[in-house]
């Protein structure tokens, strides 16, 4: 079945290490985001991807990064520069005329 | 600016009962409009969606829900509530097109009593 698969679905950091969520998608999709997710604030953009080796940042940008190698692949760093990164973080697609998101199961990452 | 108000942070409805959760956007066009739903640490899934043409759009498990241009509402409804759709629901709205950014609501908690 064609979908998005996130990993690790939970990772624990350390203060003032990198950590990397790998996003995986087999439906073909141009588009693909990053969203984080914390309780009572909805869903907030951290970066997105119209076509391979392009990707704009978001509203929440600063602290992360992204790479866009591969039509199929979209991970997100989440670096030592981001001040808060406990989260729980959802990676998204679109394809072209279609307009709806199809997200993955998220990854939860807790820094301690 | 762009935005999404879901103005209920919390909704609790006994099992049988009929539920709408509102939503209502500001957009400077008719945009895209979308309602997922999110079970507990899990990704979101569409429930349906309302590009153009009638504007009481019916969705998977049940749900509909209706654009109203002149409230800016794309409020979601369901007649009989079933304790497994207690989840959080999100209104979204997306740009017909252009940007790839879309908005999302701050989501509406459905607590499902037996």
């Known amino acids: 079945d064609g979908g998005i698969t996130q990993s690790p679905k939970y990772l624990f950091r350390k203060e003032g290490q990198n950590v990397t969520l790998s996003c995986e998608q087999n439906?073909?999709?141009?588009?693909m985001y990053w969203y984080r997710q914390d309780p009572g604030q909805g869903l907030r953009l951290i970066y997105y991807s119209q076509i391979v080796n392009d990707f704009q940042k978001g509203d929440i940008a600063e602290g992360y990064s992204v790479s866009r190698e591969k039509k199929e692949s979209f991970p997100l760093t989440v670096t030592s520069a981001q001040k808060n990164p406990t989260a729980f973080y959802l990676c998204a697609s679109s394809g072209r005329g279609t307009g709806e998101l199809f997200f993955g199961e998220g990854s939860r990452l807790t820094v301690l | 600016a762009q935005s999404v108000t879901q103005p209920d942070i919390h909704i609790t409805v006994s099992e049988g009962a009929s539920l709408e959760l509102r939503c209502n956007y500001s957009y400077g066009a008719t945009p895209y409009l979308f309602w997922y739903v999110q079970s507990p640490g899990q990704g979101l899934q569409l429930l349906l969606k309302y590009f153009s043409g009638d504007t009481l759009v019916q969705g998977i498990k049940g749900f509909e829900a209706e654009f109203k241009r002149s409230q800016s509402s794309f409020n979601l409804r369901k007649p009989s509530v079933h304790w497994s759709d207690a989840a959080e629901y999100f209104c979204a709205v997306g740009a017909t097109s252009g940007t790839y950014k879309y908005i999302f609501g701050t989501g509406t908690r459905l607590k499902v009593l037996a």
């Open positions: 439906l073909n999709h141009d588009a």
